[in-house]
Nanobody, 115 residues
Framework: QVQLRESGPGLVKPSQIISLTCAVSGGSITVNYAWSWIRQPPGKGLEWMGA???????YYSPSIKSRASISRDTSKNQFSLQLNSVTSEDTAVYYC????????WGQGTQVTVSS
């Protein structure tokens, strides 16, 4: 059974960087699937942010493409999200997900952008 677990800072100051990592167990990130980041701001719906495919190709939502970078460390079987120039609008629960149509979810991690 594939399991995903997000990690990262819970509090980030405005204009700084959100850096999150998703550790994957029970399956390789280099074999099949896209591995995505999805977030949910308070009181709002889910927002797909981007993904890295099994072959390392990356895809981003146009709304954040200029600020986001998704990468992976295949030796650790994990993938990461960096989001630059954050504002309070980036406050959300961030999820890492297996699949372009999600089939497995991490538990989510709260990130608050505040001074």
């Amino acid at each position: 059974q594939v399991q995903l677990r997000e990690s990262g800072p819970g509090l980030v100051k405005p204009s700084q960087i959100i850096s999150l990592t998703c550790a994957v167990s029970g399956g390789s990130i280099t074999v099949n699937y896209a591995w995505s980041w999805i977030r949910q701001p308070p009181g709002k719906g889910l927002e797909w942010m981007g993904a890295i495919a099994w072959d390392g190709s990356t895809y981003y939502s146009p709304s954040i493409k200029s600020r986001a970078s998704i990468s992976r460390d295949t030796s650790k079987n994990q993938f990461s999200l960096q989001l630059n120039s954050v504002t309070s609008e980036d406050t959300a629960v961030y999820y890492c997900v297996r699949g372009a149509v999600p089939v497995s979810w991490g538990q989510g991690t709260q990130v608050t952008v505040s001074s």
